[in-house]
């Protein structure tokens, strides 16, 4: 079986096989081991979002990588509901074992709740005729203090997984202003506030490490712009940073910074077409595309002719021109509209 390190190994393979290079033979490979190697469990998925990452891959051009990802998918659904419906009997067994072990009324009906086995959490109360007065007051939930001892990242999976709020400073009790690494600057505790808030929205990581990241990034911000000269040029780089790691569809890039995996000098450096999702830096390539294809200010006058055949619409009836769009001592570039469907393409 396959370990996190592995997993998260062979995802940053996958994302540089499917990326701008395409090479659908390597995604194939990663996919199969994928496959063979992985039994996916709800806290393996959340630690290497390795999930996520494949679902993207559905809708991929190579029929053969879709495919894959689609099984791929299914598969882990159903490793998960079995890993679940695993658990939910054992509970329902040790339930029933409990009240069947204390049939009778004594000065003790539910001793078993006292030590519940390590990584079960807390036995659901159990009701016997003795105990049928403590079972009906409100008063458990004050008598019950594992749940909210848990650490601070698995509270927040929990509510990300319940369709809760996401986890922020606030969820983790984190408190800025204070400490000994406080600034003493109330905007720059702001921005410190901002980007831990953004990286730890759907993170699994512990606040201690999201807060060391949130603060390198802002206080290397400071230094490269101090004030006066730099403060704006400050705040603008902090509110990139902060729409940009805060986008719901770009769940990458925090975990990137998060992990270490990209540097905070990286990051200072990046554009903020660089620091983009993956949806957006393809919608952004289809933008330039189109207006690419729209550029006629120089182009000769369309001409209509039956001499290409519509791929999509299998018509004749088109319209076309060409420009000069590479060098000059390279083939002109005819672009061409079939009048039918409104379908367009271009070659060289």
Known sequence: MATAQSILALRKQLIAA???????????????????????????????????????????????????????VRKWKADVG?????????????????????????????????????????????????????????????????PSTSSAPNGPLRRQSSGGPPRTHKTDGIEFGKGKDATGDKTREKCCELIYDALAQDSGA?????????????????????????????????????????????PGLREGIVSGEISIVQLYNMDPKDMASEERKAENR??????????????????????FQCGKCKQRRCMYYQMQTRSADEPMTTFVTCLSCNNRWKFS
């Open 82 to 146: 079995k890993t679940g419906t695993k658990k939910t009997s054992t509970a329902a067994a040790s339930t029933s074992n409990s009240t069947a072990a204390s049939p009778s009324p004594g000065p003790s009906p539910i001793p078993a709740a006292k030590s519940p086995e390590p990584g079960r959490g807390p036995l659901p109360a159990i009701t016997t005729a003795s105990s049928a007065k403590p079972a009906a007051s409100p008063a458990p939930e004050s008598q019950s203090p594992a």
């Open 286 to 307: 289809k933008l330039v595309a189109e207006n690419l294809f729209k550029a006629q200010a120089a182009a000769p006058q369309q001409a209509e002719t039956d001499a």
């Open 206 to 250: 512990p606040s201690d490490l999201i807060l060391s990241r949130a603060r390198a990034l802002e206080n290397h911000v400071w230094e490269e712009n101090p004030p006066p000269a730099g403060s704006a040029t400050y705040r603008n780089k902090m509110r990139s940073f902060y729409l940009n790691l805060k986008a719901a569809n770009n």
């Open 18 to 72: 499917t990326g701008e290079s395409q090479n659908s033979e390597d995604a194939v490979i990663i996919l199969k081991r994928l496959k063979e190697e992985v039994v996916a469990t709800d806290e393996l998925l959340r630690e290497t979002k390795i999930g996520v990452t494949v679902n993207k891959l559905r809708n991929n051009t190579a029929k053969e990588v879709a495919d894959l990802a689609k099984e791929l």
